[in-house]
C-alpha cells in the first residue's frame, strides 16, 4: 500500500488539521494536535507531517530538535576523535503512524525522510549523531533494523552515526 499511495511532505502549519489523528499512543496524539505548533513558535522543534495528496490527511508524523548526548554513553567508535564531553547530534524526536496505516511501510518512508533531513542539517549546521528515543521494545527493533544502537546507560535511546547517513549516500544508496 505505501507505494501506491503519493506522499507529500510538509512543514506543519495551522492549515493542517491535526485533530483525528490517532497513532495509538495518546501522548504522542496530543503532541500533534495539541503541542507541535506551539513548540515551533518557540523554536524547541519543528514538526513534518506526511499527507496522503488525495485526501490531505496525515499518514504520520516526525519531529525534529538539535540535541546533545554525553561522549561517554556512545560506544568508542561512535564517539572516537570528539573532543568534547557532550556530542552534538539531531534528535528525530517523535515519529508516529496513524493506525490507519501502521504495518503498511509509512514508518520506513518517514525514517527515511527524516533521516535525509538530518543528513542536511549535518551538511548545514554540524552534528554527529542522529538520536531517537524508542517508547517500547517494538520501536526499539523498529530503529535497529535501520542501524541504529543503542547507548550504553539507556537502552531505548538509539544513535545513528551521520557518517552512516553519508556512506549510503555516496554508494548512491536511497537513506
Do not use: W
Request: hydrophobic letters at 40%; aromatic letters at 8%.
Amino acid at each position: 500500500m505505501a507505494e501506491n499511495m503519493q506522499l507529500k511532505f510538509k512543514r506543519l502549519d495551522n492549515s493542517i488539521e491535526c485533530i483525528g489523528f490517532d497513532c495509538g499512543e495518546e501522548a504522542l496524539n496530543k503532541f500533534l494536535s495539541l503541542r507541535a505548533l506551539t513548540e515551533m513558535s518557540q523554536r524547541l522543534s519543528v514538526t513534518t507531517v506526511a499527507l496522503d495528496q488525495r485526501t490531505a490527511s496525515i499518514i504520520g508524523f516526525y519531529s525534529i530538535s538539535p540535541t546533545q548526548i554525553a561522549k561517554e554513553s556512545l560506544s568508542k567508535r561512535e564517539g572516537r576523535g570528539v573532543p568534547y564531553d557532550l556530542v552534538p547530534g539531531i534528535r528525530i524526536g517523535r515519529l508516529a503512524i496513524s493506525k490507519k496505516y501502521q504495518g503498511k511501510g509509512f514508518g520506513a518512508k518517514l525514517l527515511r525522510h527524516a533521516l535525509q533531513k538530518c543528513l542536511k542539517i549535518s551538511e548545514e549546521f554540524g552534528g554527529r549523531v542522529v538520536v531517537v528515543d524508542a517508547k517500547n521494545e517494538m520501536v526499539a527493533a523498529f530503529y535497529e533494523r535501520y542501524g541504529f544502537k543503542s547507548i550504553k546507560d539507556d537502552p531505548l535511546v538509539f544513535v545513528l552515526k551521520v557518517s552512516t547517513l553519508v556512506k549510503i549516500e555516496n554508494k548512491g544508496d536511497t537513506i
